[in-house]
């Protein structure tokens, strides 16, 4: 299973694609997509639509993971944010993945192993499991961060709610605040 | 010049097309996307970008103009709404279409003459201006009066533009809170 995993932010998206096969992964790719301050918010948002959907073409994932956003206390940064990480969604979309959204708190405990790790464990962390040369940049590692997180608990997650058949209207697990709901 | 108006919203979003002739204006289409609640959050946005791309690819519009959203006080609701918003911008991008935002105030003084008008007021202002033969439904009126808002106040602010040099790093005027900065 080919996992891409996306760090949506207006200023800065960071990406990541990994391969998942059982408890064993492979770094396949990353970076950042660096979005020109100075353009107007449409064309903001076009780089990142454009930029990910290249890269969707590119590595061919065959799912999509996204962190469940922090929300900021500024409503206007909080807006922009909501507007870069629509342009994500909408390029996984048009990419036709389906979207896999874990919390921070799932994805530190995920790939360091508590829920309160900082930014630089998680990046150490990212570079021994992924078995990289050096350590990702902080955008990049948390979307291989994500992606990781989902090639942990996404199979599981699936697994569960086959079992007890806890799925909501659209066939998916029913999960609030990071737990499945029976 | 043909126009298309937006009012994006998650649940449903508006949208309206005129052709505007100096200060002639006529009714091209109007509608509202709703979009089903059930759907994971990436799928609803997908619904927007795919509607939006139908509607700009049908009416073939030159421009489009969008509201410059009111804050809401709900942090989470902030999100989704600028969610929602990205999709549309991202329709927009996608459709090559140059985007020009207005405020509340503008769009109400513009239509009704005054900031403090009812919604009621603009949907009646809507279809009188446009010489409809019934009221347009809300997100609809809304959209339409973006774009009449458009005809009305986008030639004027490219020719002061034009006329006091006041473009900004990417080519635009400069405006903030609805006033053209010199």
Do not use: W
């Not at 096969?21 to 353009?39: D, F, N």
């Not at 918010?41 to 956003?69: S, Y």
């Not at 342009?87 to 048009?94: G, P, R, S, V, Y």
């Not at 997180?149 to 697994?159: E, K, M, S, W």
Request: glycine share 8%; proline share 6%; hydrophobic share 45%.
């Amino acid at each position: 299973m080919r996992i891409l995993g996306i760090d949506p932010g207006l200023r800065r998206t960071g990406f990541g694609v990994i391969d998942a096969e059982g408890m064993r992964l492979r770094y396949v790719a990353s970076g950042t997509i660096v979005v020109p301050p100075a353009l107007p918010l449409p064309e903001r948002l076009k780089v990142i639509l454009d930029n990910l959907r290249e890269v969707a073409r590119e590595t061919r994932p065959d799912v999509a993971a996204l962190e469940i956003v922090f929300l900021n206390t500024n409503p206007a940064s909080t807006l922009l944010l909501g507007q870069a990480r629509g342009a994500a969604l909408c390029a996984l979309a048009d990419s036709a993945l389906d979207v896999h959204e874990y919390t921070a708190l799932q994805i530190k405990k995920s790939v360091v192993g508590t829920g309160r790790a900082a930014k630089e464990q998680v990046q150490m962390m990212v570079q021994h499991l992924l078995k990289l040369d050096g350590t990702p940049a902080p955008d990049s590692a948390d979307a291989l961060a994500c992606a990781i997180c989902h090639a942990h608990v996404g199979p599981l997650q699936d697994r569960v709610a086959a079992l007890s058949g806890v799925l909501n209207a659209s066939g998916r697990p029913r999960i609030r605040n990071g737990r499945l709901l029976g």
